[in-house]
């Protein structure tokens, strides 16, 4: 009994204190748990079936797009690592080096792969000789390690779970339009299945991935107003191809270097999801991840006929979402309580009265909606309920990303807003590192991203006042 109180007791307000709540629902919804190695964590049942979830959705797009998926090795010897100058400096602070082999000490060490941009370039050189091999549009979904300083459950550990895509293209311009393709990927999945709005856009030189000549990204605001990168994407031109010495024979019979991208998106997605649909009651899932989606709830359960009627209705639906019948001896309301937390999109709740009138009660998650339903009605009912969660969830987040987005001519003004505010902040830049630091350094906030949809909120630049470039959004960050 002492483990089934625990599990319905009260979470931590998100008003009270947002990251004691954040790590509550973590723990309470059973989606992880501690290792003894630091920084690392146990993905457990419900937290891995919302990733594989993620994973399928995701993986059918890319196969849609003609991506195959292969898997490389953990390790990278020092000396390939080395070969892309600009990628192991930004690399090297974050890098957990192998220098044991059992008891023998190597004569090179190899790095537990932070990205695996260096083993695919290595593979590519063995493999790519002509025109005709081109594209290669490979995926990987796998574990890497990034020695982090400060950690959290999904956000930032040292160990995470993602899928990292790289490809080889004949020309520039069919590498620039991947990369473009497979951001709106991300943008379309964050959207369409996990009902978060997201603003697309290309990273300053200083934010961008090391190596890369150009990196976009989806930022999405969580409920406190904080930006989340949740998915980028790179284009690296032919600097990776000369420094491993990929070549092919081009369509005029001379050799050429192609031109490469990479892209991702990890399990810090599902951080995404617990901070921006989340409420004080846990979990909110959007329907198309959620590992249940209809949980069936038996009432007066011990009396004829109710437990036969939700095996019955359990068989009906399952063909049409992924539904659980509760039969525990636990209490209709700890069962409720249960489910709120793990963030089930619809509750059905049936009962001998409810047999009686050949109808349920179901429940939205999202808004704690009651509908009483005919059971003739369910197979269509349900589904419409389950677009209708999805929707709320997405208008409620655009919502909160409205009235938490503001705009600044000054420094000033920047300034002030941020120290009054979280959110996003629109301003225009110069360009300019010096600035971009500056704005970091006085008024606390890093460049999300300069939106592809860009907006003129002034002509000069936020901070220095010369003539502005392009308008980025500021913004605090996980």
Not at 88 to 117: D, H, I, N, Q
Not at 364 to 375: A, Y
Request: some cysteine; hydrophobic content about 35%; overall charge negative.
């Amino acid at each position: 009994m002492a483990d089934q109180k625990k599990m319905v007791e009260a979470i931590t307000s998100m008003d009270e204190d947002f990251a004691k709540w954040y790590t509550d629902v973590v723990k309470k919804a059973e989606l992880v748990d501690y290792s003894s190695v630091r920084g690392c964590m146990i993905l457990r049942p419900y937290g891995y079936a919302i990733w594989e979830n993620i994973q399928k959705i995701l993986d059918t797009r890319f196969k849609e797009l003609g991506h195959e998926n292969v898997a490389m090795p953990m390790f990278i010897p020092e000396s390939l690592l080395q070969k892309e100058k600009d990628h192991v400096e930004g690399f090297a602070p974050e890098v957990a080096w192998v220098t044991y082999g059992g008891s023998e000490k190597l004569t090179e060490r190899l790095c537990v792969r932070p990205t695996s941009e260096t083993l695919f370039c290595e593979h590519y050189a063995h493999i790519i000789h002509s025109y005709r091999d081109l594209p290669k549009l490979y995926n990987q979904w796998c574990s890497v390690v990034r020695w982090e300083k400060t950690t959290r459950p999904f956000l930032r550990t040292m160990e995470f779970w993602w899928q990292e895509g790289h490809t080889m293209h004949e020309t520039a311009e069919e590498a620039i339009a991947e990369t473009e393709q497979m951001l709106n990927v991300y943008a379309d999945f964050c959207e369409d299945s996990l009902a978060i709005p997201v603003l697309k856009g290309r990273k300053t030189e200083k934010e961008k991935f090391a190596g890369a000549e150009a990196t976009y990204t989806i930022e999405a605001m969580m409920h406190d107003g904080k930006a989340l990168q949740s998915g980028t994407s790179h284009y690296f031109g032919d600097g990776f191809a000369k420094a491993f010495d990929i070549t092919f024979q081009g369509r005029d019979n001379k050799p050429a270097y192609p031109h490469q991208t990479s892209w991702g998106m990890s399990t810090r997605i599902i951080g995404a999801i617990i901070m921006t649909h989340g409420d004080d009651n846990g979990l909110v899932l959007p329907p198309a991840i959620a590992p249940i989606q209809v949980v069936i709830v038996p009432i007066a359960q011990h009396k004829p006929g109710v437990l036969d009627k939700a095996a019955e209705l359990k068989a009906r639906l399952k063909g049409i979402c992924r539904v659980k019948v509760d039969d525990t001896d636990n209490s209709p309301g700890w069962k409720f309580a249960e489910y709120e937390m793990k963030g089930v999109p619809l509750r059905l709740e049936i009962g001998p009265k409810d047999m009686e009138q050949n109808q349920c009660v179901l429940v939205r998650r999202d808004n704690r909606e009651k509908i009483i339903v005919s059971l003739d009605e369910l197979e269509t009912k349900i589904p419409q309920l389950l677009q209708a969660v999805h929707d709320g969830l997405y208008e409620k987040a655009r919502q909160n990303r409205e009235n938490r987005t503001k705009t600044a001519t000054n420094m000033e003004e920047l300034k002030k807003l941020a120290e009054e505010n979280s959110g996003f902040f629109k301003a225009m830049w110069c360009g300019d590192l010096e600035c971009e630091e500056k704005i970091k350094e006085e008024a606390g906030l890093s460049s999300r991203c300069m939106p592809f949809e860009q907006e003129k909120v002034s002509d000069v630049c936020v901070c220095c006042g010369k003539p502005a470039k392009s308008m980025v959004v500021w913004g605090k960050a996980y």
